[in-house]
C-alpha cells in the first residue's frame, strides 16, 4: 500500500514538473481540448454507428480516434 501511495505521489509531481518545463519553454496545455471535442467525438461515433448497423459487423470501418496529440500540447 505504502508503494502505490509512494508511486501516486512521484506521478504527480512527475507531471506537475513536466507542466513547469513545458511553460518555460513556450509550450501550453489546452485544457479545454476534451470540452471543445466533445460534439466532433460523439458526431464520428453516431456515424459509426450508423455504419455498423448498415454494414453489419464484419464489414464495418470506424475510425473512432478522437484523440489529436498535436492539439493538446501548443506552442504559445
Request: hydrophobic content about 40%; aromatic content about 12%; charged content about 20%.
Amino acid at each position: 500500500m505504502f508503494h502505490l501511495l509512494k508511486f501516486i505521489i512521484w506521478m504527480i509531481g512527475t507531471i506537475m514538473v513536466a507542466g513547469f518545463v513545458l511553460n518555460y519553454f513556450g509550450y501550453e496545455i489546452n485544457r479545454d481540448y476534451f470540452n471543445n471535442n466533445k460534439s466532433a467525438c460523439q458526431e464520428k461515433l453516431r456515424e459509426c454507428q450508423n455504419n455498423l448497423l448498415h454494414q453489419g459487423i464484419d464489414n464495418a470501418q470506424c475510425d473512432i480516434n478522437c484523440i489529436n496529440p498535436k492539439l493538446i500540447i501548443k506552442k504559445k
